[in-house]
Nanobody
């Protein structure tokens, strides 16, 4: 079993920055991949970024966030991050962390990000 806890969301003005965190209940080195998703009101959940945790994989970003968001990890803290810069109102959503562990997918509870002046 894996628990994922997101934090770091909040209200930010357009052009601002936030860093989201996703702390895992076990070593993230044991996961296959980790991801950030988001879901805006009335829209489907969409993949924002993927970080492979095995060799040979590539970091992937949604076109809408390329050049603005960066996914990273700290193995010592069992934590996945999403650095979000140059935020836009259309980035407003609940952001979720997802991890694959032995073929099973686990979700966090989400953290709200609101970009508004």
């Amino acid at each position: 079993q894996v628990q994922l806890v997101e934090s770091g969301g909040g209200l930010v003005q357009p052009g601002g920055s936030l860093r989201l965190s996703c702390e895992a209940s076990r070593s993230i080195g044991s996961f296959t991949t980790m991801h950030w998703y988001r879901q805006a009101p009335g829209k489907q959940r969409e993949l924002v970024a993927t970080l492979p945790l095995t060799t040979g994989g590539y970091t992937i970003y949604a076109d809408s966030v390329k050049g603005r968001f960066t996914i990273s990890r700290d193995n010592t803290k069992n934590t996945l991050y999403l650095q979000m810069n140059s935020l836009k109102p259309e980035d407003t959503a609940v952001y979720y962390c997802r991890a694959y562990y032995f073929g099973n997918a686990y979700w966090g509870q989400g953290t709200q990000v609101t970009v508004s002046s």
